[in-house]
Nanobody
Framework: QVQLVESGGGSVQSGESLRLSCVAS????????MGWYRQAPGKQRTLVAS???????NYADSVKGRFTISRDNAKNTVYLQMNSLKPEDTAVYYC????????WGQGTQVTVSS
């Protein structure tokens, strides 16, 4: 059974940084596109960043230049480095493994105060 577990969320001030981690069990991640999504209260879940098995990355316009997605296949882990955080980045952040079936983690809360 595939399980994704996110960690690294927390409460920070505007301008600070956080690094989120997504560790997989029951699946080797290196063959899959992995993504980070976020959902703010009352809003839809949206893509923040994704990385393909070949290492190509894609970012939402709102986070370009501030967030970096990366993967460590040896650790079966995907990261999201978030710098220069803003209050509008406040949300629950989820990782997803895309494939014939999509798998989601349980989410980690990120709260940015001004």
């Amino acid at each position: 059974q595939v399980q994704l577990v996110e960690s690294g969320g927390g409460s920070v001030q505007s301008g600070e940084s956080l690094r989120l981690s997504c560790v997989a069990s029951g699946s080797v991640l290196n063959s899959y596109t992995m993504g980070w999504y976020r959902q703010a209260p009352g809003k839809q879940r949206t893509l923040v960043a994704s990385i393909t098995s070949g290492g190509s990355t894609n970012y939402a316009d709102s986070v370009k230049g501030r967030f970096t997605i990366s993967r460590d296949n040896a650790k079966n882990t995907v990261y999201l480095q978030m710098n220069s955080l803003k209050p509008e980045d406040t949300a629950v952040y989820y990782c997803k493994r895309s494939g014939r079936l999509d798998y989601w983690g349980q989410g980690t809360q990120v709260t940015v105060s001004s």
